[in-house]
């Protein structure tokens, strides 16, 4: 027992010290390491293979809605870079300078990507041409470096793991309808595999990427209550094709200029899974992404019989596509039990003498600690079952209530402070007038900034929470990662 | 017709100028296209295609022999780079250099990755520290850079695709074993999934890893006579354990040096497989990594039945797990087998209106241009035993057959630079002393380099080619990519 309790108080409670519970749990169930490379990090196996799942799932979604993978140089030409004026204002302060390569200095420095639009519009300039080429469908996954002051672990490093589409379309409103596309196919990815609730909404001009038209997003509310921005989609318009003299010739036989979109989520993923369903014993995963979904606990393993038994178990699970270990190690079960509970595995099945005896298994769920006895009949079936159904509904519902629990609606900028003070942060409905100066004012008066214009509106009132002239939006703010 | 021959002719024939026709096949195949980035391309979505399947199987195999991926950063700071002296001597002049972030210039200059040992070897020493630990046995698909002056390609470029396996033991025997592990796995890979011959052998010193206590590699012939490098796989002994102080405690309490390996493969495969199975008509891919496997042409679309009957024929296929495509365009036939020619998909179906009426479809096999008529009853097995035996036997045969009139036996100077007179370039086996002052007079009179010492010797005279002392190995020689 004393090594069981060695491993649960090894990390820090969340309401303690919510940054450092994080780090905790980032370093205990052995997801990152640090290196000498300031603000980079290495991933080590458990953290990539749940990066594996997330990658694996989308890529899927990503075929299936047309799209080809490619790869881009890492490199950008600093010219290159400059050709398109708001893109580069956005980038240039925050990008790494390769200036040498080898003993001579180089011609021109070249930029690690930080984004690739100005790669694949170099390309599209060189393979566009009519518009039978059209629309190009693409997408690569790769890292991108942004030379960050603060980092940590997958929320915000100076590189990071991504996958960024980028299409080229004939008409605008084929470009838009794909911006749309592509930030359901993010939330339908994070409410079902992630069991993560989002809210789909659009950017404020203030706060669109660099070079777009619009920008949409998915938001995201993490255990302290402050807003995770999981997954981005950019409508660019026509603004790159003019910069960088991509056009095509129309059916009219015209010249005309094609329409851009670009979208992208990161490994930032596993930092939104950490903070929307970890608890004070570790991680909780949910089973798509899990690497291991469950793991099999054999009890008074030395007793005649047990530990065939256990193998029974997990070649049953194995044969239902289960991704499932069984550990037999020397470590006493409570060690064993807490271990899991950190790394997040879904599922624990404990098999004892006593268990064989009545022709059972003990089968425990990480997210809400529930434990069920099941025949050894047909466990394997519940199993699955729970993990398939089960467990992803019961994590989604916790996290969807958790979030309407701390949405708040406000009509005066009294009552966010208030709000802030007494229910801590969260997500803040008001509505807004559409003027930046008011969203500036909202965030320099009361700490929250403004998430996203939801795609799902309702009318709180009809005056600006700022300066009360009429409202044009329901805004959710709040306080960002 | 007139559109086939053009599709035909567009490239250059092989014996008239092997490099031409190597470029033409990548760009009509849109497999890759140059950017502004001198030395570095887009991999286009057909070319990355032929590149995932490569890293689908590759991943498969190394999980199944016990092997877990991690992501290292793509940054290494100078002084990390230099603390083992061979591995800096080796990889520091051909460095990309990343001086600045934003517009500040960094206190320590950071290298991209061109390889990442000393990466892993920092972390080891963060996380080896009692035999209990290893073996750890990693691998990661990453991009590397190393500033070449000329590139091709896949073959040479400044930034490339490629896997890298690091792993570490506590014993200089399991680090071996593990050596040749992965060495065996790559020459299986080659045959099995490329169709492609290979020699496994050791590298002579001179030739080794910067940093290597010994390299094994796999060589390929090139259908132009030169060889190419597919593979390495590099044994470390415990020299960058002892330069980055990393150790364990052994199970007498004892702390003692660990040993390691690290071995790889690039897009320079795809480079490979062009060059092994390439013809005058474009490309010949190998099934297991095309991406379209086959290919169905309707003969005579517009007549009534044939593109229903096509889309069942499709249908069939596709149930099978065959990656398999109809073409229902507008062009022409002629024009269609000429571009999935050009494409290299292993199979082609043509179905026709009188082919309907016999009950029959028409198979066409890319690799050696046979056409076989098949019962439309058992055509799709007969197709799927074509993709899964016949073909990839077929190809590996005549690569073989290839291989092996190409390699010449010499047991004099002379005689090898007369055989390169009269039969061209070659694998030329040779008897040698072990001295690199005669490795070197080999390459410096006959322009043939040492290729490696293959494991399967054979005593062809009992003196060096070169001096004339005692003979220590057969050495494979040849001109190399």
Not at 266 to 289: E, K, Q, S
Request: aromatic letters at 8%; one cysteine or more.
């Amino acid at each position: 027992m004393a090594k069981d309790k060695k491993m649960v108080t090894a990390i820090t409670s969340m309401d303690e010290d919510f940054a450092q519970w994080y780090t905790d749990i980032c370093k205990k169930a052995e997801l990152v390491e640090y290196t000498s490379v300031k603000g980079c990090m290495v991933i080590r196996p458990y953290g990539y293979a749940i990066w594996e799942n997330i990658q694996h799932i989308l890529d899927s979604m990503f075929k299936a809605t047309g799209h080809e993978n490619v790869c881009m140089p890492m490199f950008i030409p600093e010219s290159l870079l400059q050709k398109e004026k708001d893109h580069v204002e956005g980038f240039a302060p925050e990008v790494a300078w390769v200036t040498h390569g080898g003993n001579e200095k180089l011609e021109e420095r070249l930029c690690v990507r930080p984004t690739s639009e100005t790669l694949f519009c170099e390309h599209y300039a060189n393979i566009v041409h009519s518009y039978r080429d059209l629309p190009k469908l693409y997408n690569q996954w790769v890292s991108v470096v942004r030379w960050e002051k603060t980092t940590r672990p997958f929320l915000r490093s100076r590189e990071f793991l991504w996958q960024e589409g980028h299409t080229i379309h004939a008409t605008a409103q084929e470009a838009i309808e794909e911006t749309e596309r592509m930030l359901n196919v993010y939330a339908q990815f994070c409410e079902e595999s992630l069991a993560m609730p989002v809210v789909k909404g659009k950017k404020t001009d203030s706060d669109k990427f660099a070079g777009a038209v619009s920008t949409y997003a998915i938001e995201a509310l993490m255990h302290d209550g402050k807003a995770l921005q999981a997954g981005t989609s950019h409508y660019f318009g026509d603004g790159f094709a003019k910069a960088f003299g991509i056009e095509y010739t129309d059916k009219d036989n015209k010249r005309v200029l094609p329409h851009q979109t670009s979208w992208g989520v990161t490994t930032r993923l596993i930092g939104a899974v950490i903070m929307t369903h970890g608890d004070n014993n570790g991680l909780v995963l949910p089973p798509a992404v899990a690497p291991v979904q469950a793991v099999i606990i054999p009890i008074a393993q030395h007793k005649e019989g047990v530990l065939d038994k256990a193998a029974e178990l997990l070649e049953k699970l194995k044969s239902l596509g289960i991704r499932v270990k069984m550990d037999d190690s020397e470590n006493s079960p409570g060690w064993k039990f807490s271990e899991y509970e950190m790394k997040g595995v879904p599922v624990r099945i404990e098999i004892g003498p006593k268990d064989i005896e009545a022709g059972q298994c003990v089968i425990a769920c990480r997210y809400n600690g529930e434990k069920i006895t099941a025949s050894l009949d047909d466990f394997a079936e519940k199993v699955k079952d729970l993990l398939d159904n089960d467990i992803p509904k019961g994590m989604l519902a916790k996290a969807l209530e958790n979030q309407h629990r701390r949405t708040y609606a406000c009509t005066t900028l009294d009552e966010i402070t208030k709000s802030l003070e007494e229910n801590g942060d969260g997500f803040i409905k008001a509505m807004w007038c559409g003027e930046e100066a008011c969203e500036d004012a909202v965030k320099e008066k009361t700490g929250v900034g403004s998430r996203c214009i939801p795609f799902d509106q309702e009318q709180l009132s009809d005056k600006c929470v700022c300066c009360g002239k009429p409202a044009k939006h329901m805004v959710i703010w709040g306080k960002a990662y």
